[in-house]
């Protein structure tokens, strides 16, 4: 089966200044092709794939103006291309937002490295092979088996550190596991991050205080900055020494980000190790609509922060992996409002009203109550 890994890499000083120059080509490149077609489609209302504008920048483009994007890897130029080409796509289907140009400290560009000569991407426990860049060091050894075949990877730059994602071949065996004979049901929220059918409760992580002591680290940083770029507005100064102390707020911002982004994954990925490990039969989950959710604006930042597309992804792959069943409950079942004892549904019920009341004497936490519905539910997909 096919598995990713993503790693942190420790490169030379020439190895950051090749790796930070392709990405600089690719990131140019990209957003070249979004100019060209919307130059192109407002003077003839037509649209160049990426195929052949890929043709028109190695033999036209190229030879009379910007001769150094032929400095960089030509795989690597490619795949930005062809990721222009999948947005337009994607754009044209309904099934994303009209592409934006990729700025430079949003740091979402990856170099893609494909595998051309068999000593390409080779794995050793301490570093590993890059295409036109080299051997560079691993910062965790033995994280990539030696021996898993990579087929591709790409190289990515957060906050001032370097990353490597590979895609490998490797032979893994499915966990044989003894499961328990009941299931169990999980209703997510804002409260609680996850209350479950057994009682327990995972906490919502962004209530903590360490997580609140770097949020309002991150709102000071980020009025720093913001009052550095006014100051420059006002003064008219384009001084390299002005621009260079906005680079460093800049870096300080992006670090507070990937710190708050990886301590909210990893406890996303500890809690659903921890269901997978009680090794039910199944587990029942609801479809929650968080695209909806997202339109309140009281709410949104705090459904923004719980990651739960994060959630139901990592479930399916671990379920998948040990062999449990995973069934999702269509998104109108109002579990929250129905008595898990007696049936009765509670129409009134009100989002302010954490305990649950039923006429049968049924009284106990609204979210317990959703979670013991949802493992009741007899109606339900199955995901695989």
Not at 14 to 37: E, F, H, M, P, S
Not at 134 to 149: N, T
Request: aromatic residues 10%; positive net charge; glycine residues 4%.
């Amino acid at each position: 089966m096919k598995k990713a890994y993503f790693i942190e890499i420790k490169p030379t000083t020439q190895q950051i200044a090749k790796i930070n120059q392709t990405i600089g080509v690719c990131r140019y490149v990209y957003n070249l092709y979004l100019a060209k077609n919307k130059e192109l489609y407002q003077r003839e209302k037509k649209f160049m794939s990426g195929y052949d504008f890929s043709k028109w920048l190695n033999n036209i483009h190229t030879k009379e103006h910007d001769k150094w994007i032929k400095e960089v890897s030509s795989k690597a130029v490619k795949q930005a291309i062809m990721n222009g080409d999948k947005a337009f796509n994607r754009f044209f289907k309904g099934l994303s937002k009209f592409p934006s140009y990729k700025k430079k400290k949003n740091q979402n560009v990856k170099c893609y490295f494909p595998k051309n000569n068999k000593t390409d991407w080779t794995v050793e426990r301490h570093r590993i092979k890059i295409p036109t860049i080299g051997w560079i060091k691993l910062k965790e050894y033995g994280y990539i088996p030696k021996d898993a075949i990579v087929k591709s990877g790409t190289v990515s730059q957060q906050a001032g550190r370097y990353f490597v994602s590979v895609l490998c071949e490797v032979n893994t065996r499915k966990h044989v596991n003894k499961l328990n004979e009941g299931g169990l049901g999980i209703d997510l929220g804002i409260k609680d991050f996850a209350v479950r059918s057994d009682g327990k409760a995972h906490k919502n992580i962004n209530k903590t205080a360490k997580l609140k002591k770097l949020e309002k680290k991150l709102q000071r940083e980020q009025r720093s900055l913001s009052r550095k770029y006014e100051n420059l507005k006002k003064r008219g100064e384009k001084t390299v020494a002005k621009r260079a102390n906005i680079n460093k707020n800049i870096l300080r911002v992006q670090k507070l980000h990937v710190r708050l982004s990886n301590i909210r994954t990893e406890y996303v990925k500890s809690v659903v190790n921890e269901l997978v490990k009680a090794k039910p039969m199944y587990i029942t989950i609801e479809d929650l609509n968080v695209k909806g959710m997202m339109k309140n604006k009281h709410l949104s930042r705090s459904v923004a922060e719980q990651c739960f597309y994060m959630f139901k992804t990592w479930l399916i792959a671990k379920c998948k992996e040990y062999g449990i069943e995973l069934r999702q409950v269509d998104r109108f079942y109002p579990s929250s409002k129905l008595c898990s004892c007696c049936g009765q549904k509670k129409v009134d019920l009100k989002l302010s009203d954490r305990i649950y009341e039923c006429d049968c004497g049924n009284i106990m936490n609204r979210d317990l109550n959703a979670s013991i519905n949802l493992l009741q539910a007899k109606e339900y997909t199955i995901r695989t």
